[in-house]
């Protein structure tokens, strides 16, 4: 079992930044891949981001078109954690964002093919 924890969130105006972070419990050489997926009222979870966590593609990424450019995932392996940087934040962005991994490899953009997830961190972009 994996446990995941995520911090960052807050109130930032347009154009600012954040940088969210996902901590995993141990074990995370169980995880193939982690990403970050955001959920705004009334919307359908997307995803965001992921990067491979393990195997031959380890460290590759992946980005929804509208964050590419100004989000960055990353991860520092040390400390079992994730990260997403967020710059030139704009008020769509808006959304609790979740981090969630997956045990095996699997459709990354898809919320329904990862095993574990996160409690979530609120994101509030003001114009």
């Known amino acids: 079992q994996v446990q995941l924890v995520e911090s960052g969130g807050g109130l930032v105006q347009a154009g600012g930044s954040l940088r969210l972070s996902c901590a995993a419990s141990?074990?995370?050489?169980?995880?193939?891949?982690m990403g970050w997926f955001r959920q705004a009222p009334g919307k359908a979870r997307e995803f965001v981001a992921a990067?491979?966590?393990?195997?031959?593609?380890?460290?590759?990424?992946a980005y929804t078109d509208s964050v590419k450019g100004r989000f960055a995932i990353s991860r520092d392996n040390t400390k079992n954690t994730m990260y997403l940087q967020m710059n030139s934040l704009k008020p769509e962005d808006t959304a609790v964002y979740y981090c969630?991994?997956?045990?095996?490899?699997?459709?990354?953009?898809?919320?329904?093919?990862?095993?574990?997830w996160g409690q979530g961190t609120q994101v509030t972009v003001s114009s």
């Open positions: 141990a074990r995370t050489s169980s995880i193939y891949r």
């Open positions: 990067i491979t966590w393990s195997g031959f593609w380890t460290g590759n990424t």
């Open positions: 969630a991994a997956q045990k095996y490899a699997a459709d990354s953009y898809s919320p329904d093919k990862y095993d574990y």
